[in-house]
């Protein structure tokens, strides 16, 4: 993969509630750089006792995902994120390589630990730690960051050694549809999976709300 300086950093103005959120754009696809905070019926907020987490963004059920983010933006998928931590091997380290592994619901990227810290100041994703809601808990706040994802498609994973290149093609198969998110840690394993136990009510103790960052949606693909 070429590497691709990130664009300068850009605002959108969501029509919806005139909250304004901070913009850029990596390895052509356009980011926001902050968490969701659009007020919907199912959505929670930062609980009161953890308003020292400085915290922002709002916290969404998975039926919400399809209209959630501002018109023209879209939740980003899998392919999406191995972009941005492709991005982020190429300009850290020429010696450095991301891998991939995966099988059945659950995929991991790795090969960063120790070199990379995802949450840094200067990260370009500005991410962090948020947490997540196991029904009405907030629970792990301080170590994981949580964020729904599109599904991702069905085909294998290719490394191509040819002529010295260490591109990927990274596919991912197995995840449920319609329940996908991505796990991410500051220096260590990230991983994608899915639980059919999101919509069973007989679960409703386990039923998760992540939080949410959009991309732009790409005009060009078809």
Not at 72 to 84: A, V
Not at 140 to 152: E, Q, S, V
Request: aromatic residues 12%; proline residues 5%.
């Amino acid at each position: 993969m070429p590497l691709v300086c990130f664009g300068q950093i850009d605002t959108l103005l969501d029509i919806r509630d005139n909250k304004i959120y901070h913009t850029k754009e990596i390895n052509g696809t356009v980011w926001m750089l902050d968490n969701l905070d659009f007020v919907t019926d199912l959505s929670f907020d930062i609980p009161l006792e953890k308003k020292e987490l400085q915290l922002i963004g709002r916290y969404y059920y998975l039926s919400e995902l399809d209209s959630v983010c501002p018109v023209e933006w879209q939740l980003p998928d899998p392919e999406d994120w191995l972009r941005y931590f492709e991005y982020l091997v190429n300009t850290n380290s020429t010696d450095m390589v991301l891998e991939f592994t995966g099988q059945l619901t659950n995929v991991t990227f790795s090969g960063y630990k120790g070199k990379i810290d995802l949450f840094a100041d200067d990260s370009p994703l500005h991410l962090g730690p948020t947490g997540r809601y196991e029904g009405t808990i907030f629970n792990r706040p301080n170590d994981y960051a949580d964020y729904w994802t599109l599904d991702a498609p069905t085909y294998q994973t290719v490394n191509n050694k040819e002529h010295g290149s260490s591109d990927h093609v990274h596919i991912m198969s197995g995840l449920v549809k319609g329940k996908t998110h991505i796990h991410i840690r500051p220096n260590s394993f990230t991983n994608v999976h899915s639980h059919d136990h999101h919509l069973n009510p007989k679960k409703e103790k386990k039923m998760r709300r992540f939080m949410v960052r959009c991309i732009k949606i790409n005009e060009n693909i078809n």
